[in-house]
């Protein structure tokens, strides 16, 4: 029989164990993960996948995979977060032990990324600085770093002159991130000289992500009011601008028109998937984290739904500013606009500083410009640090006895700022790509897949069903235990096959650099690290479980999860894996102004 005394003893014994920080209020949780989830690939990855995919016919599979596979699936990731209270690692530990390995392979992505996604933010701070400048030093071809070869995009250069020195040559724009900011050697094999000026923008760019973080989630959840907000602001300044531009209702045009042929193509579909994944930041683990300091009871339906919606928002609000501005520049150079669409940071940093000196009062645009890159690469960048932080305190229950959390904070900052050092060398853009293209592209669905697995089927998507009652007092629609339990992880399943099938050796600047063989075998390398995770630690939580004698029962007790009260109040969960069952709040208004669930036992409670 348990009795209200025990239930009161298991409470006080989990408050000794789980003396948890918490946002400041429900606003600051919603930013951060708003200001994650809408980050840099939103300006590039977005219209990129749009233009290869048919223009406007992306726009179907998005948002049917955002339907089935993306709102599911963070609905999950928040409510496991919110539930255990432990970020990625510490989750799954209590879920399904056999399967931690998922969560300690998001870990390792994480800090892979954190490495080398601060020097784009070390790319943005040069290109702020260079923004006060008059002429900005990217528009023209008499600069000491200029060759023979470079060409400006806006001279007017008529019939086969022009069409000879665009071929043959280099853009202004395209020299000036070559050749100023990277100083780029000619191949992997050359590292050449240290670039100082990187260096100190990369440890300012580390100085503004420790203070974001230093005094935890309260001070964090200050810091994105001004980081996820000010961004959008930005972006529809912006958008409105590149509206008004000669040309880019041609734009506009290729981005909303769609090519139906190409919603039959399965790679489509497979691209709309991995853009789901990749902007609202499913298994990186960082909604694992912040949901971790949530109050346990919150509307967690609510937040998914305002997340999601946002993030969406905001990719169409980049696709139009984009194709806007990438329709201007088809205009000015009299091409096609798939012509001048480029990926990753050379969008960024080379399409968008020529569009940028197209514009009336270009240094004012270009400062907004590059403060709205900043902006969200710092959002993203301190949510992927607070999943290391995060693991680590929920892996060391005892460390702010003797570690503050400020040293803590310093000591991951400064791991990752010596790593990414190497990246600001004349060949750090070599080591960049290989690290960029190995660390996630092939591991981050094969994470997702068994992060899944072990949440709604070891676990089971009833059981996290009750979890969600718990919090709520309602369990959450039968669209959302299907969804968990058939069409997200087959979706997973299905996009982590065709990224082995379409896998391809990575080349540099479209196969005119290609990478020795012992960079591939370095960065398969680099990929193994979070893909043994699964099964090392597999092999670890069976050899040190302590029940069973055979091997197979301490596999079957490895399967089992370790949650048998209430990760909050401590109360017995009954038959049903419930601990609250009288709880009548609403999974989108359920009550947000209490740290702890429902303290006081119903009479089923007692009668136990």
Known sequence: ?????????????????????SWGSRVSFLLACIGYAVGLGNIWRFPYNAYKSGGGAFLVPYFIMLLFCGIPLLFMELAVGQYTRRGPIGALDKLCPILKGAGVGTVVISFLLSTYYNVILSWALFYLISSFQDPLPWVGCNNWWNSEFCFKNSENISGISKMFNQSMGISSTQEFFDQRVLKMSDGIHDMGEFRLELFGLLALAW?????????????????????????????????????TLPGAGEGLRFFFTPNWQKVLEPQV????????????GIAFGSLIAFSSYNKFRGPVL?????VTLVDAGVSLLCGVAVFAVLGNLAHEQGKNVEDVVADGPGLVFVVFPHALSQMPYPQVWSVVFFGLVICLGIDSQFATVEVIITSIKDGCANLNKYLKHEVLVFIVCFASFLCGIPHVFQGGIYWFHILDYYSATISLMYVAFFETVAIVWCYGAKRLANNVADMTGKEPSIFFTLSWQISAPCLIGIIWAFTLIDYRTPS??????????WCHVLGWGVTSLSLAALPVVAVVEITKTKAGTSLWEKFQHSWKSKINHCPCCGTKLDESKRAHSSSQLSAISSDEGSEQCFLHPSKDDQDV
């Open 302 to 306: 609510r937040d998914t739904l305002i």
């Open 508 to 517: 540099y600047n479209k196969g005119q650099y290609i990478y020795p063989e």
């Open 269 to 280: 579909w497979v691209m709309a998937a991995s853009q789901v994944f990749n902007s609202v």
């Open 1 to 21: 029989m348990v009795t209200i005394k025990e239930n009161l003893e298991e409470n006080k014994k989990m408050e000794s164990e789980d003396e948890r920080e």
């Open 207 to 243: 100085v503004i992500v420790y203070f974001c973080l230093w005094k935890g989630v309260a001070m964090t959840g200050k810091v994105v009011y001004l980081t996820a907000t000010l961004p959008i602001f930005l972006l529809i300044a912006f958008a409105i601008r590149g509206a």
